[in-house]
Every structure is written in structure tokens, then in C-alpha cells.
């Protein structure tokens, strides 16, 4: 029964913010389960350079597609060329994000949209865009994927300078469960996973020893954790998980 229950032999993804941080860790699994992964970034250098990493691999395959998702525009651009690459796509990781702190009395507008523009209209845009794609090839049998990003940050009122951030990592959260909803007709699976703290550019700033007195397993995330519970949900075995908010923190939310 278990063999190649987590395997992904054959499957086409796209991982926005593949790059680096979460982004990377979760294409490194996916390739690794024999996945053909596109990873996106601003920067064609990095995504050419993690290609180019990921393909010594020697599994899967990693092909970089970059761009800036921050502008609807470029999200349509970048669904084009996909769908003049692929006649269909299997995963869709709606994972690159950003964040802005300031103190309330300092917080620009700049800081709000720049945040909700990328963790927020551009996923919704990017799945509208990818439709035709996920849903060619889709079956009862054997459905497409999406996974959201969301956050620990979407429930817990711990960054509290993060004011636009928090908010839109609910968003995405609430976004994930009303896809979820509608997708599944085309048999599209939509399920949201909400990390807890892992290293990253955009956690970079934390200081992550002090900060694990805050997680119960007494660690911070390792690329595995989150790899694991990406591969579970795209995988044979994740295709009975519909509309799950699923937080993979080491147990900082029990608190
Ligand atoms: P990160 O290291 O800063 O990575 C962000 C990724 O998104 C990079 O690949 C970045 O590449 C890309 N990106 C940023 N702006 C973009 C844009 N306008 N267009 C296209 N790509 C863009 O951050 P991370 O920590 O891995 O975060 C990844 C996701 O996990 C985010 O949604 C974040 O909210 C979520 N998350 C992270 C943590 C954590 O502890 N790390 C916890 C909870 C949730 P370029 O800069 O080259 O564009």
C-alpha cells in the first residue's frame, strides 16, 4: 500500500519564492520526490543558480521561470510562459512573500501595499491565471494541488509591528479555505500550511537562539519539516486533505 505513496515522479510544479528560505526548502523536497519544479524569484541570477544546484541533484528538475509577482502584469506574463512550457501543472506553492515593521505611528502605506499586493493579490491572481493548467489533467483519482503559505503570525498577535503582515497571512489563510471550497469541483485540492519559525532572509533578523524559549519542541524549523508536510500533501498520500490550515511550528501555537 505504501509504495510510492509520497513519491511525485512525473508531476509539474511552480514555487514562487523558490529561490531561497522556505521557498527552497520546499522545491529541494519536491525534486528530491522526483518532481519538475519552476521556481520564480525578482532575481534571474538566484533562480538560475538554485536551478542549476537542484539539477546536480540528480533527481526530479528544476527549471527557474523569474519575475516579479508584485505587479499583476508579471503575474499573467509568467502564467503565459508556464503554459508555453507545460500543457499542464500538477502543484501550484503559493509561497513568496515580505513584510514590513514599523511602529503604528510610523507604519506607511507603502509598507501595507507592498505586503498585501504579494502575499495576498498575487496568489489569488497567480491560482485565477494558472486555472486552465491545474484543472488539465485533474482527476477524482489523481487531483491538482495548491498549497498557501500563511503564518503562525495569521493568529498569534506576537509581531505586533508586523501590521500588515499578521493581516495578510490571514488572508491567504481564509483565501486558501474559500479556493478550497470552490476548486475541488475541478478536482483542485487547496490546503494551507502556517509555519511556525524557520531560517530565512526574511527571519534573519531574529535572534533565533532567545527565540526558541518560545517553541515547545525547543528548536526552530528544519528544511525537513517543512519539505515532509508539502510532499505529504501533494503526494498520493495527501488526497484525502481538503481545506486544512495546518501549522508546522513545534508547537508554538499551544501556548
Ligand atoms: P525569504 O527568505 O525572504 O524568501 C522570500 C522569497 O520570495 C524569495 O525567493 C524572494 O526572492 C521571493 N520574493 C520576494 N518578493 C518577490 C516578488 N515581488 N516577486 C517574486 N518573488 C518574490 O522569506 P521566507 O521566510 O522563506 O518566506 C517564504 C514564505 O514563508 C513567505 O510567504 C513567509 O511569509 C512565509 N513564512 C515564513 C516563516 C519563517 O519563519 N521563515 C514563517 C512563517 C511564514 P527575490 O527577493 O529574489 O524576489
Redesign the pocket.
Known sequence: MVENLFRLDGKVALV??????????ITQGLIESGAKVY?????AE??EKVAEGMNALGQGECVAL??????VE?VYALSKALSDLEPHLDILI??????WGAPIEQFPEKGWD?VM???VK?PFFLTQALLPMLKNGASKEDPSRIIM?????AVSSESITAYS?GP??AA?AQLGKMLARDLVKDHILVNT????????????Y?DYDAEVKNIPVGR??RPEDIAGLVIYLCSKAGSYMLGNYIPV?GGHLIR
Open positions: 514562487t519564492g523558490g529561490s531561497r528560505g522556505i521557498g527552497l526548502m521556481i520564480t524569484s525578482r532575481s538566484a533562480c523569474p519575475g516579479d509577482l508584485s505587479v508579471n503559493n509561497n513568496a512573500g515580505t513584510s507592498k499586493d504579494l502575499n498575487s503559505i500563511s503564518s503562525v503570525a503582515y495578510s497571512k491567504i500550511i502556517a509555519p511556525g519559525l524557520f531560517e530565512s532572509k526574511m527571519t534573519a531574529m526552530i524549523g511550528d
